[in-house]
């Protein structure tokens, strides 16, 4: 039988980065993390006894290793040593190996007996700094701000009651959100950027970080998680956490996304777009880059194998062909000389239309005078807001299976890795499919791994 095993380190923060104190605990009563790309944030909770005996040559032993210790111990308070906004990193495993389950920082300590420490990843960090920052942006940027402040003051009654104005305006977020993490030295690697040009976006003074992302996610679909992972260092393999913001987190490859548009056509178009327009707009969108991106980096992506019967506790898996059905999506564009948006639409002709992805371009305008040149660009604007769509409507006709799966805690797996299910009587169960969330549970009672399923990325031959 193998022997479970655990590693808790705590680290005493400064700014939130963490300093060179830390305490390490090896045993807890129970470990509950919960993570998922759909979720936003990744959680933990810990529940550990309220009192932990402790020497002078160790910050902390776990107290089945103090009991049969001849060293004198002294008892202190769990609560001396998890407070808010500590650093944390969990550890799970088998027979001395561990694995990186959880990083991020303290968000709750709570309970009496036992104690309950309540856990987010990285993303807690992005809530405690604003988007926009004082002195951030570009001078025109800048510009535009001193005039809307002049005008917020001329408004200002005698009392000066009427405060200046809240919002700024944005040209190209995805850059500002580089510029913003450069500037706040995140403790974290941030992968490459991979969404379409969004352009000009409002932005609140007072939302943070972490709540612009969540913005992105709910008007555009564009994806921000964190991932643990493996990286060498000095011949050594170690994990760190790295964020990723992207439109295409199913991980579908350009072949995939030329199916859906051949598949749902653009419910608008009198006489289809030829394949050589829409080849060069998945490149202009950018779109060639995510779908290419996920291929280029092998690390990216882990695999795993289970098999029914065999390493597999139980299951409650359904066949799904399709989230939804009958649905349309529309992508538009507005320019800064036209009132009227460019827009295509994706998907069955008698649909609902479920979502309206909106873009402004404040950089180019269309020329009415040339009817000629303007029905051209139409034509590539359209194509480009086609593969968009496209690459939208993706997400929501995936078909693969709903439910979930109970394993072990190995093979260690993460949300958006592939996962390898064999010997199943049910032939659609059969096959390599994505993982979109899993839950992991370590106490008295085992080590278990419920991995939810997505979409299917290879059926069984």
């Known amino acids: ?134 002195d951030s942006g570009s001078k025109k940027d800048k510009d535009k701000d001193k005039d809307k402040n002049k005008e917020a003051k001329k408004k200002e009654d005698k009392k000066n009651q009427i405060t200046s104005n809240k919002s700024k305006n944005v040209s190209d977020p995805i850059a500002a959100l580089k510029d913003r993490f ?35 996610k709910k008007d555009l679909k564009i994806y921000s998680y964190f991932r643990l992972e493996a990286a060498e260092e000095k011949g050594k393999t170690v994990f760190k956490s790295v964020l990723y913001i992207t439109n295409n987190p199913y991980q579908y490859k350009e072949g995939e996304v030329n199916t859906f548009l051949e598949k749902y056509k653009n419910t608008e178009a009198k006489t289809p777009l030829s394949k050589k327009l ?75 239309l479920l979502k309206i992805f909106r873009y402004h371009n404040n950089t180019e305008e269309l020329n009415f005078e040339n009817a000629e040149e303007y029905d051209k660009k139409v034509e590539e604007i359209k194509a480009k807001m086609q593969v968009i769509a496209g690459l939208k409507i993706a997400g929501l006709k995936k078909t693969g299976l709903t439910g979930s799966i109970t394993t072990f805690g190995e093979p260690f797996m993460r949300p958006l890795d592939k996962i390898s299910l064999e010997n199943a009587e049910e032939p659609e169960k059969n096959g390599v499919f994505q993982i979109e969330e899993i839950e992991r549970k370590y106490g008295i009672n085992g080590y278990r791994q419920i991995i939810s399923l997505g979409r299917v990325l290879q059926k069984e031959k």
């Open 182 to 216: 450069e500037k706040i030295k995140v403790p974290f690697e941030v992968a490459k950027i991979t969404t379409e040009k969004i352009g000009e976006t409002v932005i609140n003074r007072e939302c943070n970080i972490a709540e612009f992302l969540k913005i992105l």
């Open 278 to 352: 829409l080849k060069k707009a998945i490149s202009r969108t950018g779109v060639n880059d995510i779908l290419s991106f996920f291929e280029k980096n092998e690390t990216y992506i882990g695999e795993g194998r289970l098999r029914f019967h065999y390493n597999i506790i139980d299951d409650d898996l359904k066949v799904k062909e399709g989230e939804v059905k009958k649905i349309r999506v529309r992508a538009e564009v507005n320019y800064l000389n036209s009132n009227v948006p460019i827009a295509a639409e994706i998907g069955d002709p008698d649909g609902k």
């Open 1 to 134: 039988m193998l022997n479970l095993n655990c590693k808790i380190k705590v680290y005493e923060t400064k700014d939130l980065k963490p300093s060179g104190k830390v305490y390490q605990f090896t045993h807890v009563r129970d470990i509950s993390i919960q993570s998922s790309y759909k979720k936003f944030t990744d959680t933990a909770t810990i529940t550990i006894p309220k009192s932990i005996v402790t020497n002078q040559f160790s910050d902390s032993l776990g107290i089945e290793i103090a009991n049969r210790s001849p060293i004198d111990f002294e008892q202190r308070s769990i609560h001396e040593f998890f407070k808010l906004d500590y650093y944390i990193e969990i550890f799970l495993g088998y027979d001395g190996e561990y694995k990186p389950a959880f990083r991020g920082y303290i968000r709750e300590v709570k309970g009496d007996a036992p104690v309950q420490i309540v856990c987010e990843d990285m993303m807690y960090y992005l809530k405690k700094y604003k988007m926009i920052d004082s």
